[in-house]
């Protein structure tokens, strides 16, 4: 009776382990079977999520192309305006436009000063602009000073002339009567100073051998120097 017992114990005992270890083996493929799950879910999740940013960059590659495609657009709208209306350049009052060019200055030019004796005598000054160089004298009398005390010469003609552009061979020519007046008074000198307008900051001096100073008077600038004799 006591074997009996024993031996069924012994059965029992080896039922009970049988069962637990393969609840254990359930545990451990369930517990795999859960992890590869997760990851399974992870590894979407990531995917998704890597997608996200992707779509979100595609949007805003959409919103940068239409912005960029109107800014785009305006800008050549911008300049369809510019060439389509007034455009650029000075209103040369005539309904015209003229296109704005570098003003020239007394160093831009090479100069020369000659006598002449037309009209009782008078100076004349050429104007030529330096090689590679465009200007454009302004429609002004030049300004023309004499000795120490910078006497200027006064206008010669009662219109303002036009503005003349220099390039290449083109010249500008100016006359200047340096005695207007018909007295013995005056002063002896054999230089002028001249320069483009008051503000010219490169004013140059022309020799002229001796002349008598009194009331100097000066022309605008012509193309022609049959025009540019100073009447007084």
Request: charged share 15%; with cysteine; glycine share 18%.
């Amino acid at each position: 009776m006591s074997g009996n017992r024993r031996k069924a114990l012994l059965v029992s005992a080896a039922l009970v382990g049988g069962a637990l270890l393969m609840t254990a083996c359930q545990d451990t493929d369930k517990a795999a079977d859960t992890g590869a799950s997760q990851q399974g879910s992870s590894s979407s999740s990531s995917s998704g999520d890597a997608a996200t940013p992707s779509g979100s960059s595609a949007s805003g590659g959409g919103q940068g192309t239409g912005k960029g495609s109107g800014g785009a657009g305006k800008g050549s709208g911008a300049t369809g305006g510019t060439e389509d209306g007034a455009g650029s350049g000075a209103d040369t009052g005539n309904g015209k436009r003229e296109p704005v060019g570098q003003s020239c200055g007394a160093n831009d030019i090479s100069w020369n000063a000659r006598s002449e004796t037309r009209a009782g005598g008078y100076i004349l000054i050429s104007a030529k602009a330096k090689p590679g160089i465009t200007c454009i004298l302004p429609a002004a009398l030049p300004t023309v000073a004499f000795g120490s005390d910078g006497t200027e010469a006064g206008p010669a003609e009662q219109a303002v002339g036009e503005q003349i552009t220099l390039s290449g061979n083109t010249t500008a020519y100016a006359g200047v009567n340096p005695k207007s007046t018909n007295s013995d008074g005056g002063k002896e000198l054999d230089s002028i100073i001249v320069a483009v307008g008051d503000d010219d900051p490169d004013p140059v001096s022309l020799k002229v051998g001796t002349i008598t100073v009194d009331k100097p008077v000066v022309t605008n600038w012509h193309t022609s120097a049959t025009d540019a004799v100073p009447f007084s």
